[in-house]
């Protein structure tokens, strides 16, 4: 009986020692965490300044007149998506800027997309001339319609959102290629902004990722957005903020470092020499928006080659938020499951490499270890909680200490992209958004935050035994 | 584990307050653009009949008068705004009018001493505004600014308020050469700044690609991209065999846009040429100027390496009337069986498709005729695939 209590308190003190070395460690990595943060807001803040002179002084409407605008191919991948595409196509026709073309790729959709896009531009067969830069699909036909001279249509056999945006390349025309989703509207300037970030440094700059904004509640009207609201329903409200956060308070200074991993797949801009270069868009997974990214990066060090990766946060794309649990929970994961992808293909071959600079030592550790693996460190965190209070390791007030400064350190950071928010664009007008962004800025923390880390690692499960499909996905008109 | 509970609190307490101060500040922000909007709302209606007055004056003899009230800062931003916008869109007598009518506000003044005493940020308001305002006094101290600004937006931002005010085309070039020490290959929003200057720009860019610097003959040659007049096509002949590939492409653009005729040696040269975005050009260039002497040179290049200079050549055959057409079929007929003879064959079959049912218009009536003709012939198909109407 002695002996028994004797290894049992020697359990419990290897125990009690394990779960302060783990203390110790979860302090360390919070700090480490809340630091970067720190740095990425405050170089954020710092450059808005720079930006928000930029946006004031330069005037869009005379530069999308200039014959000096470089003139960019519209690369616009649809899956099933026979509810928008047509006022989609209508509103990137209706773009103010001199030279582009929409390419729209129809990547073998089980419902009417092709039907409907055939009918409502009088399209006709065509064989154009299309390079094979990078292998695709079969590509079961090319539609043009001379009356929408910049307007073309690729039906294809299903392959995925990366082999309909390489589709789209091997046809396009033009030097630069920009990637939008379907289920977006460009404001009418959005790309002239992008040139102009683009044309400040056409030699260095490689990519150029626009805004994205939440269009739930807005009213939208002619394929333009009219009367800005910040959304009614809890799920895209939390995501606006969420969004906000991450755009203004975090893109803007990782750029600012050329440390930006990635340009959203909704709306952005890129060198196509540099795209067919890495060999385009990689497959069979989603996240091939940070993957190409990651690519252009690593090719761009390995090759010396002097290249930027920009963010124009006034370039504005307005996206539909997922508005149910179901649907969110879905592009969660499979976001969760690119990210983890990305990391195993690219960077972890990456990391801690001289040769990669910022990306390699700040960017892709940041990635990894609080943004891929971070499910697990929220995870055992619980689990040591659980252990220190049934060893009586903690006081109620230690904890509920540590919960505050948590709460307040990241809160602050929710605070500062409301701050750029302000100073540099003031989308929402009215008082009572502000008040709502507030207000969602503590919810998140409350539930939105653990949810998400659940589906992060629910995407993580998905990955490991080879689920790939793409999950619930349900379009709905906008307006709605 | 051990913890300092006590210095957690006073963290604690330090996040508190920058919570609540960065929440002030937001708030507070967001109450000074609220004011600012109504304030700016009240002055539209108070200021409507001025404008309608100034509108109705702006192409008279006299620049309008000044308001007859006073403006506080607000109102003077807002005004400065809408003459900014005027001076834009205007040209001529109208656009000095508002220039002088904002002479006559004190807004010039205002701005000259904030470019020359205000800090960095009110230093860039003021260029701005000085270059919407076209004030040419502003050009030696914008130049100043411009020497010793970092690369950024706002360096683009005061070297267009320069070409905006500039005095004569040394001030341009000054600018030029300013910006030139960061070249980062800016030169279409160069060119774009440049055309704002009230100066001839097609001698500026004519002078440009006359000099030894690669830089200044990517503004030249980005510049007269869309002049089309013959004595640019000989000022820019001889860049075609410039050593840098970016600027021989520029060159044989702008060459071939705007010659009339292209000397069989200059054509021979330039189907020779490395990057097949040149031969491109050329046969298209043949091809849109309906050079059938050339249907010879434009035969060889459908058997070109490149696939892009191959269709190119096909498509500008067909354009060349009867003798153009024969020689496509005849070398399709020859290449048979091969991957590039399956693509004209191809292509013809496509282009008697697109004809067949274009035959209301008499031109295309007859190239369907000639195709379908000289298809059949040498392609010896048995019967015609569509008839003629």
């Known amino acids: ?480 | 584990m051990y913890i300092n509970i006590e210095v957690a609190i006073k963290f604690l307490y330090v996040l508190i307050i920058l919570n609540l101060v960065f929440a002030v500040v937001v708030y507070a922000m967001k109450f000074k653009s609220m004011k600012r909007t109504r304030m700016e709302r009240r002055f539209e209606v108070k200021i409507k009949d001025y404008f309608t007055y100034v509108l109705v004056n702006i192409e008279g003899k006299e620049p309008p008068h000044a308001p007859p009230f006073s403006l506080n800062r607000v109102e003077q931003e807002v005004m400065q705004e809408r003459l900014n916008d005027m001076i834009e869109n205007f040209t001529g007598t109208p656009r000095e009018n508002c220039m002088e009518l904002c002479q006559r506000l004190g807004l010039v003044q205002y701005h000259l001493d904030r470019l020359n005493k205000g800090s960095y940020s009110v230093k860039i308001d003021a260029a701005y505004h000085l270059g919407c305002m076209r004030v040419q006094e502003a050009v030696p101290a914008l130049l100043k600014l411009l020497q010793t600004h970092k690369r950024n937006s706002s360096l683009f931002v005061i070297a267009r308020s320069i070409a905006k005010c500039a005095r004569d085309e040394q001030d341009v070039k000054d600018m030029v050469e300013i910006l030139l020490r960061h070249n980062k290959g800016f030169y279409d929003l160069l060119v774009d700044m440049i055309k704002e200057a009230d100066i001839d720009h097609g001698a500026l860019f004519a002078e440009f690609i006359q000099r030894k610097s690669n830089e200044f003959i990517q503004i030249g040659l980005c510049g007269l991209k869309d002049y089309t007049q013959p004595t640019v096509a000989s000022a820019v002949y001889r860049l075609i065999d410039s050593p840098d590939r970016t600027i021989q492409y520029k060159a044989v653009e702008i060459y071939l846009k705007s010659v009339h005729f292209i000397p069989r040696n200059v054509v021979q040269k330039l189907l020779q040429h490395p990057m097949d975005e040149v031969r491109v050009l050329t046969v298209q260039a043949i091809a849109d100027l309906k050079l059938v002497a050339y249907i010879d040179v434009m035969r060889d290049a459908l058997l070109d390496e490149s696939k892009r200079v191959s269709d190119a050549s096909a498509r500008g055959l067909l354009l060349l009337g009867e003798e153009g057409i024969a020689k496509l079929c005849g070398v399709t007929a020859e290449v048979r069986g091969s991957e590039q003879g399956g693509y004209l064959q191809m292509l013809i079959e496509e282009e008697i498709k697109s004809l067949s049912m274009q035959l209301h218009d008499l031109d295309q009536l007859t190239r369907y005729n000639s195709l379908a003709y000289h298809y059949e012939k040498t392609l010896g198909k048995n019967k015609r695939i569509y008839r003629v109407v």
């Open chain 1, 1 to 480: 009986m002695r002996m028994l209590d004797y290894y049992f308190e020697q359990a419990m003190d290897f125990l009690r020692d394990f779960l302060l070395g783990y203390g110790y460690f979860a302090m360390y990595y919070a700090l480490i965490i809340t630091f970067i943060y720190f740095l990425i807001f405050a170089l954020s803040i710092r450059h808005t300044y720079p930006l928000q002179r930029g946006i004031q002084y330069n005037r869009m409407q005379k530069l999308s007149g200039s014959e000096h605008v470089p003139p960019v191919s519209l690369l616009v991948p649809a899956y099933n998506e026979e509810l928008m595409i047509k006022e989609n196509v209508r509103s990137l026709l209706a773009l103010n800027y001199p030279e582009y073309e929409v390419i729209v790729v129809n990547d073998g959709s089980k419902d009417d997309t092709a039907k409907i896009m055939i009918e409502e531009f009088q399209l006709k067969e065509i064989k154009p001339f299309v390079t094979n830069h990078i292998k695709t699909e079969k590509v079961r036909g090319y539609y043009h319609n001379p009356e929408y001279p910049n307007l073309y249509f690729i039906d294809k056999e299903n392959g995925g959102k990366a082999d309909s945006l390489n589709a789209g390349i091997n046809l396009s025309r033009y030097p630069l290629i920009s990637t939008i989703d379907a289920d977006s509207l460009l404001e009418k300037d959005a790309l002239t902004r992008i040139a102009r970030v683009y044309m400040e440094n056409p030699e260095d700059t490689v990519a150029v990722g626009g805004n994205v904004r939440i269009v739930n509640s807005c009213t939208v009207e002619d394929g333009m957005v009219k009367n800005i609201r910040f959304p009614k329903k809890m799920w895209p409200a939390l995501q606006n903020v969420e969004y906000s956060k991450a755009f203004l308070g975090g893109r803007i200074g990782w750029s600012s470092i050329n440390g930006l991993i990635i340009v959203s797949g909704a709306f952005g801009v890129f060198q196509k020499d540099k795209v067919i270069a890495v060999g385009g868009y990689r497959g069979g997974y989603p996240g091939e928006d940070m993957n190409i990214v990651i690519k252009l990066h690593r090719y761009c060090l390995e090759n010396n080659i002097p290249y930027h990766v920009a963010f124009c946060p006034d370039a504005v794309c307005w996206t539909q938020a997922p508005d149910t649990y179901r649907i969110l929970s879905s592009q969660r994961m499979r976001w969760g499951r690119g990210n983890l992808k990305n990391m195993i293909e690219e960077g972890i071959h990456m990391i801690f490499r001289p040769r990669y600079k910022v990306f390699g030592f700040l960017t892709l550790p940041y990635n990894i270890l609080f943004e891929t693996l971070n499910p697990y460190f929220r995870l055992s965190g619980l689990i040591a909680m659980i252990g220190y209070w049934l060893l009586n390791m903690a006081d109620w007030k230690t904890v509920v200490v540590f919960m505050l400064v948590n709460f307040f350190s990241c809160f602050i950071l929710s605070l500062g992209a409301l701050f750029i928010e302000e100073k540099a664009f003031s989308r929402y007008p009215k008082l009572s958004d502000l008040h709502k962004m507030m207000l969602y800025s503590v919810l998140m923390f409350f539930g939105y935050r653990q949810v998400g880390v659940l589906w992060r690692f629910l995407g993580h499960i998905d990955y490991f035994r080879n689920n790939n499909s793409w999950g619930t996905m349900v379009r709905t008109n906008f307006n709605k």
